[in-house]
């Protein structure tokens, strides 16, 4: 049940922060949700632990675009910012979520 609202506030999410600026850059090509949920993985799957049991997470993600992708993205510098942000807002919250902490902010980078 978790789960399903977990979703449904993401695509709330996704519909209201990043709007069409995704599908004007990506088409239908890339999947937020997937993406997003890759992110998820990679900062799950590199959470070391502390001194004192505290868990740590990276901050700093990279998504990395096909040529075809990168080339629509060029000269979006307003649309790749609300997708970036959107990204480090998703995975900040799920990090957040499972009590991780990181060195600073979060930041996802289209590359």
């Known amino acids: 049940m978790a789960a399903v609202g977990l979703v449904q506030r993401f695509e709330r999410r996704l519909e209201g ?15 937020p949700q997937e993406v ?8 799950e799957s590199n ?12 901050n700093s993600y990279q998504v990395l675009l096909g040529p075809a992708d990168h080339d629509r993205l060029a000269g979006a510098e307003q649309d790749e910012q609300r997708i970036t942000a959107f ?25």
């Open 17 to 31: 922060i990043v709007g069409n600026s995704f599908a004007r850059v990506f088409g239908g090509s890339v999947v």
């Open 36 to 43: 997003a949920q890759a992110l998820q993985r990679e900062g």
């Open 47 to 58: 959470v070391r632990e502390l001194a004192g049991g505290r868990l740590l997470a990276p």
């Open 87 to 111: 990204f480090a807002d998703c995975v900040a919250d799920y990090l957040a979520e499972h009590g991780w902490e990181t060195y600073g902010d979060v930041v996802v980078s289209l590359e």
